[in-house]
């Protein structure tokens, strides 16, 4: 996030904002005098305009809301509201009202007003307001006066509701009204029951702050994951600290450690250290370090051995840091720092010894941040007053340097490093740096809920990397299935268990306890959503709804993450049938089951899916096609074309087509409709399917990011049938394609360019044939000069694939494509015949192979194919044509003699074999030719014989100089012998 433009125009202090669109973004700003400003905003240009200034006379104003079709805003302050027109400021209505605290817009008719005592009063409009924009001279006629008796006339009261309201109120897809209220009560309302009914009911009421804490004894006070063991570490009010596997947090080891609440801990057990403690701080004054490997019994109670107990600490401890590792300074990778209200930070070294390096004391104020210098070894202190102390970390010194405000003690302050990569703000990154993440989540000063983050491309990973990697490359299935759950080895393995439909179905449990050796977690657990922001959204342990009920994108990620991880066991136990048969089970269920067994199912998000449609983990790539596919085979297709519909409603939104402009919606819009036409053509209209094709060129052409463009190559190819009709230039995609193909750089794109080629070779071969190639594959002069001989010997190579994988499609092109092939072999072109010799010998063995009606003779390089009637024979030496014949039906089969002297031609139309033989005794010389010498009739066929039955129907064989033909209407070979 940057900031675009910075204003400093408003003359008292701003209390809220707003925003709506018209030609152009405009913000809307409050001020506690009544001002309000109308700025327009260029993000391009990087600035704010101010457009207009209106003042509402309306003293200690508050909020600010506009209505979401754009003609009216509301103004709410504390003893009076105002509704106004937006297009001249006109006042449409007001009313006194005392103790007014918020007031919002719920759809353009209805809008609510909140006060302090919790009370919501919603009014809605008795008459539609003729206000059009940008017309305002209307608002005038609906003018009225501020009497609060005129109000009723105009706007009719139609809900009310009750509530310990404390200030947040959120609307939520025009539908839901959030209520947050004291003590951490949170009420959700569905909006038109509020307009509906005088008397309706809350769809959620419950508390956030303490549905997490109804089984506890003791109120928890702070948490953390040990992310190497998966280990729930939990502290309590009363200074006890429970440590517990998951995800089935069974028998916990539970202990007396602090005399009063738990504030902080902190888990050092990295890579680069050859410890495992658990540091533990409490509002004592102790710090206490804790060796996890070692568990001893005190009093009959098991715990981890106290290994050194401070208490440098005046007053409560209320953070943990540990150093940051580097490598060009060393001396600080087995340090941590703890942080008290007593002003004081105290410096700790890690060893078979801790001690305490250095207390950095006598700070002015409560400390705010913590930073430093490791370049220069200092230690940054942020007070809340402002100041920032400097303090030199050296072991020699450990002195106060100086003590500065102002803006040089910002500046200083924003050039140094955080403190610890094990800072609240710092958690989000590693999230995609971990395959499993722990942290917290503050919901009130007393209370937190710990959240464990699974990445499920590390997940994957990780598992590959421990059960693959090993000297002999086989699996160590004893790794990935333990004999119980405490001795699993693989963290990631464990984590599976919290993805798993536990519960939905019996027969599923069974198999999965039985085959994978897992358990449902315990202590269940409660599923949400990370945003990009570090925003999460978590359902509720008492919710009505489930994690396959509530949400689209929630239902996609968890069917996904445990699909793609059900694929990748899949792969790793190839040898146990047993297991592939569980982890096929669990994607059949998650694919084709679940939602028959789930009430109330919310089917995944095809936006969220498409997103991983092209992907580095080919797990989740396979997986999200998967769900896709099987969400498509569910729907019918008027749900399929009223999806299409919606989605097409954001190409419409933006035009444009430079991809500069394109906006992320639009760019996942186009890959749900280009999946939907590739994978369901008829869930597309013409003009939908012509507005996608436009898009997918635009993907294919320019330079966009790797993942999108694979993705449109792959749609392009796949739904080439539903495209290729607004496609006005195909050889320009076709030659687009080869040029990726050629670059190979990713390969990935470059496989998928080929993919993709074939396919469209397949549909238009002539055009294929023709474009690849340019000058080269067609009979166009001058073509030597358009494209090199490497690029050529790939266009061979890429020829020779299509043969290999769609061999009936290119009958009609076979003429073309043998004159291509001796035009790559001509010797008069420098270095062309030497670059194409390979690719082409191997084409014309495949040719051979596939076509009865193309042969070929290795002693006289002689290559013969038929064209209709005709029989064009070519010198691959001299790379010409050499003769041309006439059979007078369409030539179905050739062969060359042993000897190359002869040549025999079928067709099965006119049901005759004509022998071919040179009039002299060599090949090549000049004024030879050709001749027909024999004419043999056979049994006319009693079949139709398309192209791809001729491909296995016939053959034509010789040995000495007799020639046999194969003909599998007929049972065994003809023979026929020929005279010299």
């Known amino acids: 996030m940057r900031v675009i433009a910075h204003v400093d125009a408003h003359d008292s202090w701003t209390t809220d904002l707003d925003s709506f669109v018209i030609d152009k973004e405009v913000i809307t700003t409050l001020t506690n005098t009544g001002d309000v400003y109308f700025w327009t905003v260029d993000v391009y240009g990087k600035s704010i305009l101010l457009q207009h200034m209106f003042s509402t006379g309306i003293n200690n104003a508050i909020s600010i809301s506009v209505c979401l079709d754009g003609r009216t805003f509301l103004v709410v302050g504390k003893n009076k509201w105002a509704l106004y027109s937006l297009m001249g400021c006109k006042l449409i209505v007001e009313s006194k009202s005392n103790g007014c605290i918020n007031g919002y817009f719920i759809d353009p008719d209805v809008f609510q007003i909140w006060n302090k005592n919790g009370n919501v009063k919603i009014y809605q409009t008795s008459m539609k307001l003729n206000i059009t924009i940008p017309i305002v001279e209307a608002v005038s006629d609906i003018l009225i006066d501020s009497s609060i008796e005129k109000l009723e006339d105009y706007y009719l009261l139609i809900g009310e509701y009750n509530s310990n309201f404390t200030g947040n109120t959120v609307i939520s897809n025009d539908s839901y009204l959030a209520v947050v209220g004291n003590n951490g009560s949170l009420s959700v309302l569905e909006t038109e029951s509020i307009i509906g009914n005088e008397e309706y009911e809350p769809a959620v009421v419950c508390s956030y702050k303490e549905a997490w804490n109804e089984n506890d004894n003791y109120q928890v006070t702070v948490s953390t994951v040990i992310e190497s063991s998966f280990k729930l570490v939990r502290g309590f009010e009363s200074g006890h600290i429970s440590i517990s596997n998951l995800p089935t947090m069974i028998d916990p080891i539970q202990w007396k450690a602090h005399k009063s609440d738990v504030t902080c801990l902190l888990v050092l057990n990295e890579e680069y250290q050859d410890y495992n403690y658990l540091v533990t701080a409490s509002t004592d004054f102790y710090v206490k370090i804790w060796n996890l490997d070692i568990v001893i019994e005190v009093d009959g109670i098991e715990q981890p051995e106290l290994v050194k107990r401070f208490a440098y600490h005046s007053g409560p401890v209320r953070d943990l840091f540990a150093s940051v590792p ?353 994978e369901k053509p008829d869930s597309l209209t013409d003009e939908l399917a012509g507005q996608v094709t436009m898009e997918m060129l635009t993907l294919l052409f320019s330079e966009t990011s790797v993942k999108l463009r694979t993705a449109a190559v792959e749609i392009l190819g796949k739904g080439f049938q539903t495209w290729s009709n607004n496609i006005v230039d195909i050889s320009q995609v076709i030659e687009k394609l080869f040029h990726l193909y050629l670059m190979n750089d990713p390969p990935n794109l470059a496989e998928t360019a080929l993919h993709a080629l074939m396919i469209i070779g397949a549909k238009e071969p002539d055009q294929f044939l023709r474009s690849i190639g340019k000058g080269y594959l067609s009979n166009s002069k001058g073509g030597p000069q358009e494209v090199t001989p490497k690029i050529l010997a790939y266009a061979l190579k890429t020829i020779d694939s299509l043969v290999k994988k769609h061999t009936g499609e290119l009958f009609g092109s076979l003429p073309l494509l043998v004159g291509a092939v001796v035009r790559s072999l001509d010797p008069n072109v420098p270095g062309l015949r030497e670059a194409c010799l390979q690719p082409a010998t191997n084409l014309v063995h495949d040719l051979v192979r596939f076509y009865p009606m193309v042969a070929f003779h290795q002693q006289t390089q002689r290559l013969a194919v038929g064209n209709n009637n005709l029989v064009h024979i070519y010198d691959v030496i001299s790379a010409t044509r050499w003769h041309t014949l006439d059979h007078d039906e369409v030539v179905d089969c050739l062969a060359f003699s042993d000897s190359g002297k002869m040549l025999a031609s079928y067709s099965i139309a006119h049901s005759t074999v004509k022998l071919w033989k040179n009039s002299s005794s060599f090949w090549g010389l000049i004024g030879t030719k050709l001749s027909c010498t024999k004419t043999i009739n056979l049994n006319p066929c009693p079949i139709t014989v398309t192209p791809m039955v001729l491909l296995e129907s016939v053959r034509l064989t010789w040995k000495n100089d007799n020639f046999e033909i194969f003909r599998a209407w007929e049972e065994g070979d003809d023979v026929y012998y020929v005279l010299n």
Not at 644 to 666: E, F, V, Y
């Open 326 to 678: 580097t490598s060009n300074r060393y001396i600080w990778n087995d340090r941590f720092f703890s942080v008290g209200e007593d002003a004081a930070i105290i410096l700790y070294h890690i060893s078979e010894e801790p001690y305490v390096v250095h207390v950095f004391g006598a700070h002015p104020a409560p400390i705010e941040t913590v930073k430093w210098n490791l370049d220069q070894d200092y230690l940054i202190v942020k007070c809340i007053d402002g100041g920032v102390s400097i303090w030199e970390m050296s072991e020699a010194t450990g002195e106060l340097q100086q003590c500065i405000y102002g803006k040089l003690a910002n500046d200083i302050l924003s050039n140094a490093n955080e403190l610890s990569k094990y800072k609240k703000q710092n958690k989000y990154e590693q999230i995609f740096e971990r395959h499993i993440t722990g942290f917290n989540l503050e919901t009130s000063k007393n209370s937190s809920i710990q959240t464990i983050v699974l990445n499920i491309r590390y997940i994957s990973n990780n598992l590959y990397n421990n059960f693959v990697h090993s000297s002999t490359g086989d699996v160590d299935m004893d790794m990935i299935l333990p004999i119980s759950l405490e001795n699993t080895k693989i963290n990631s393995f464990k984590a599976f268990s919290l993805l798993l439909p536990w519960g939905l179905d019996e027969e599923l449990d069974h198999i999965i306890a039985t085959k994978l050796y897992l358990n449902p977690p315990n202590p269940e657990v409660s599923f949400g959503l990370l945003g990009s922001k570090g925003r999460v959204s978590i359902i509720l342990p008492n919710a009505k709804s489930g994690r396959w009920n509530t949400s689209p994108n929630l239902t996609a990620l968890h069917i996904l993450s445990t699909t793609s991880v059900s694929q990748t066991l899949i792969q790793l136990c190839e040898n146990r049938l047993e297991l592939i048969n569980a982890c096929n089970r669990i994607v059949s269920y998650m694919c084709a089951i679940i939602h028959e067994q789930v009430d109330n199912y919310v089917d995944p998000s095809l936006n969220f899916l498409s997103r991983y449609w092209y992907d580095s983990i080919d797990d989740i790539m396979h997986s999200a096609r998967i769900i896709f596919q099987s969400v498509l085979d569910r729907l019918s297709i008027d749900e399929r074309r009223e999806i299409a519909h919606k989605w097409s409603t954001l190409l419409k939104d933006n035009c444009d087509s430079n991809l500069s402009s394109r906006n992320k919606t639009k760019t996942l819009a186009v890959l749900v409709l280009g999946i939907l036409g590739s």
